[in-house]
């Protein structure tokens, strides 16, 4: 139990925005599975529609800031390698 009220406002503040940023990283990752299994299949048509929502998915976590900058820009990196592997 928080102390002060400072401590206890920051104890709801991290519940939120734990909540949150969770939402958008299962979003994301839903989104990179999606893709991922289109790619295995070697559907491209679908492929391409699910890595662009992927990417579009990743970005806004990494602009809400429930992941890294860096770690959506290496899972697009990969994603896009692995499609380009299949077209």
């Not at 990196?77 to 499609?83: E, N, S």
């Amino acid at each position: 139990m928080a102390n002060s009220l400072s401590a206890s406002k920051r104890a709801r503040q991290s519940v939120k925005h734990y909540s949150r940023n969770r939402w958008y990283r299962g979003r994301a990752r839903t989104f990179v599975k999606r893709a991922r299994i289109h790619i295995v299949a070697g559907r491209s048509e679908e492929a391409q529609g699910a890595v662009k929502d992927a990417c579009r998915a990743l970005d806004r976590a990494a602009q809400k800031g429930a992941i890294h900058a860096n770690t959506a820009a290496r899972k697009k990196g990969r994603l896009v390698k692995a499609l380009n592997a299949i077209i």
